[in-house]
Structure formats: C-alpha cells, structure tokens
T-cell receptor, first 111, second 115 residues
Framework: KQEVTQIPAALSVPEGENLVLNCSFTDSAIYNLQWFRQDPGKGLTSLLLIQSSQREQTSGRLNASLDKSSGRSTLYIAASQPGDSATYLCAVTGGGNKLTFGTGTQLKVEL | EPEVTQTPSHQVTQMGQEVILRCVPISNHLYFYWYRQILGQKVEFLVSFYNNEISEKSEIFDDQFSVERPDGSNFTLKIRSTKLEDSAMYFC?????????????FGDGTRLSIL
C-alpha cells in the first residue's frame, strides 16, 4: 500500500528566503507526482505535475524535482513571499486513477 | 480559467438523513473523482468515474455511497444514511484524460457537518 510522507510538518521562514519542502513515497511504481497548495478552508490548487519519466518541472518561482527510484520529491520555492503561506500537499498516482496524498507541510512566510 | 465548481459550500444534516453533494467538472474533462478530508487528516480517495461507470473505489466507499452523472454537466455524490463520522470536507476533481499523464483539478469543496 502506497504511503506518502511530507517533512517538515510545519515551517516558518522570513520573507525572501528560499526553501525546500520534502515528500517521500514508499512504492516507486508511480505514473506521476503532483504538488498542490491548500489555503485554509479552501480547495486544492494544482501547482506542478511531474511525470514518472521526468526529473523536474518549473513554474515561476516553483521548481519540483522527482527521484522515482529513491521515492523522493522536493518542492523548491524561491524568494518566498507572505502570499506563499499555505499548506503544501504532494500526491502520487500509481496503479489505477487515484491520488494518494501526503500529510502536508504548513508553510508560514513572515514579513 | 475553467474550474471545478461544487455546491453547496457547507451542508448541515441530521444523522441518518440522505445528502447529495453536487459538482460541475471542467467541461471537456472525462474523468471525475470524489475525495474527502476529515479535519486534521490526509485527503483520502473515495471513487473515480469514467464513461458513466465507477472505475475505482476505496474501502471507504461502501454501500451507503453512490455517484451519478445525471446529465452532461453534473456529477453527484450521495450518502444514503449519514453517520457522525461522515463529517468532512468533500472534494470533487476532474481530469482531461487518463490520470497517468494529466493533472487532477479540484473544486473548493463542500463542508459536510453531521449533527
């Protein structure tokens, strides 16, 4: 059974800092990995999707990497801003259609 | 940008009552999903739906749950006899093609409170 873990569970950084969020998964037989952002009481906003054959994807200040063989992904956020404060979730698609989600990292970017 | 819309945003129901949660997926999408998130816990998969039938379901999705695409735009989740433990945020999602190479797009969710 696929298990997805994210560390740290919470992170507080000053504005402008670069930061890395980590995601690990137990079964490397995945089709893709998706990073989401969740604001309090809101839905999930898709940030990046990395196919299993890819090593990284970039969107603006966000860069996600994938090391499928070791079961790891990172989300790098450059020059963090207070508006980046949210919970960040990673999720993998394995056999079948479903996403298996991680526990999330709650990020706070302070002025 | 097209988005998944869910109604209502908050539903309060007495235990034992039936509830229907509604979703309008993105118009050209073919795969539809329901997930739930109990407060403080992970987002969990419930069911996926393609070509007018369930393609996969989790152990959570028991006989009390059903899904339907009653017309060309709506996708519904019905809980027949609600329990206290059904209280959660329910998310609808859709994807354009097979989820192995397409992102799933989520709605803002329906917060279901069972009293």
């Amino acid at each position: 059974k696929q298990e997805v873990t994210q560390i740290p569970a919470a992170l507080s950084v000053p504005e402008g800092e670069n930061l890395v969020l980590n995601c690990s998964f137990t079964d490397s037989a995945i089709y893709n990995l998706q990073w989401f952002r969740q604001d309090p009481g809101k839905g999930l906003t898709s940030l990046l999707l990395i196919q299993s054959s890819q090593r990284e994807q970039t969107s603006g200040r966000l860069n996600a990497s994938l090391d499928k063989s070791s079961g790891r992904s990172t989300l790098y956020i450059a020059a963090s801003q207070p508006g980046d404060s949210a919970t960040y979730l990673c999720a993998v698609t394995g056999g079948g259609n479903k996403l298996t989600f991680g526990t999330g990292t709650q990020l706070k970017v302070e002025l | 940008e097209p988005e998944v819309t869910q109604t209502p945003s908050h539903q309060v129901t007495q235990m034992g009552q039936e509830v229907i949660l509604r979703c309008v997926p993105i118009s050209n999408h073919l795969y539809f999903y329901w997930y739930r998130q109990i407060l403080g816990q992970k987002v969990e998969f419930l069911v996926s739906f393609y070509n007018n039938e369930i393609s996969e379901k989790s152990e959570i999705f028991d006989d009390q749950f059903s899904v339907e695409r009653p017309d060309g735009s709506n996708f519904t989740l019905k809980i027949r006899s609600t329990k206290l433990e059904d209280s959660a945020m329910y998310f609808c999602a859709s994807s354009e093609h097979t989820p192995s190479n397409q992102p799933q797009h989520f709605g803002d969710g329906t917060r279901l409170s069972i009293l």
